[in-house]
């Protein structure tokens, strides 16, 4: 069995609106693309292929950045890992957790 040697850090998650954009630390590892992955609970990505925890890229990402424009408000939980050619996938980084705030209140007025 093949294991994939690896550290990936999450450095810091700028939330801004409905969004989170994330960095990390590349992979000791030559020639991976990273998987983002995220969850509701602390520890919900723990194993990337539990129920709770959602894969957000549909490709592979060959950056050391990625956007999520999908979250509302809450607290949400995210993880990265890295792929190597041969499909093999890390354990989780360290987890970070964000929390978004609610939208404001609109249309404030005196009646």
Known sequence: ????ALFVVLLFAVPCAAQVTLAWDASDTPNVTYNVHRSKTAGGCADVA????????????????FTDTTPVSGRFFYVA?????DSIESVPSNELSVILPPKPAKNLRKI
Not at 50 to 65: G, H, Q
């Open 81 to 85: 890992t890295a792929v190597d050619a």
């Open 50 to 65: 539990a129920a709770s925890c959602t894969k957000l890229n549909t490709a592979p990402i060959n950056v050391l950045t």
């Open 1 to 4: 069995m093949k294991r994939l």
